[in-house]
């Protein structure tokens, strides 16, 4: 199930944000002939882990920060969950589509952000654009109307309690546009959970 929002973030920029709940399973030679043949039949590199370190740190402090809020623990970088993410985003950016990955083991909150000048949102901006959604959410201590996922899913994803590991994908296009995709581990928005997973602010 995939739900999405578009809404202003800021000056000229505007963000697009989808969450998911969605799974499903993942992840030299001796002699020169050898080098040779070592070489054509190696695997093509990993994407990188991050391709902003301190987007991610930003984000995690932040979805750290206002999880707090909710006593739910903290989240924490994880790498491999981070190229996952990171190769989503880049063939996001690649595709010029704000889409869900089709089969995906993890939670997926996205973000779309275009600037004229470029810009890059900070990560603090992305996480406080889906925490957003706690406007909507009137649902605390109970099972929500699932019709209205849409209005609210992005805020549940991020603040799920049982949550414990993120990874953090960030590519831009030459014409401005920002992708951000980020994976969570375990996925949130889970039926029958969010009572227990998604407790009100103190």
């Known amino acids: 199930m995939s739900r999405d929002f578009v809404g202003p973030a800021g000056g000229n920029v505007f963000s697009m ?7 499903t399973a993942l992840r030299y030679g001796l002699t020169t002939a050898a080098a040779a043949v070592a070489t054509l039949t190696q695997a093509p590199p990993a994407a990188p882990a991050s391709a902003d370190p301190g987007f991610d740190k930003q984000l995690l402090d932040r979805a750290n920060f206002l999880r707090a809020r909710h006593g739910c623990p903290p989240l924490a970088l994880d790498a ?31 973000y779309l952000a275009w600037s004229s000048t470029g810009a890059t949102p900070s990560g603090a901006a992305v996480a406080d654009a889906w925490y ?18 849409r209005q609210w899913g992005l805020f549940t994803q991020l603040v799920w ?19 951000v995709a980020v994976d969570f581990d375990p996925a949130g928005n889970v039926a029958r959970g969010f009572a227990a997973n998604v407790p009100a602010p103190g």
């Open 132 to 149: 957003d959604q706690i406007k909507e959410y009137t649902y605390f201590g109970r099972e929500p109307d699932m019709s209205t996922f």
């Open 17 to 23: 944000t989808n969450t998911v709940n969605r799974r």
């Open 80 to 110: 491999e969950i981070g190229r996952w993410a990171q190769e989503w985003a880049t063939t996001m950016a690649s595709n010029g589509r704000l889409e869900h990955r089709p089969t995906n083991k993890y939670g997926e909150n996205l």
């Open 161 to 179: 309690k049982s949550s414990r590991r993120i990874g953090v994908g960030l590519a831009k296009t030459t014409s401005g546009h920002t992708y």
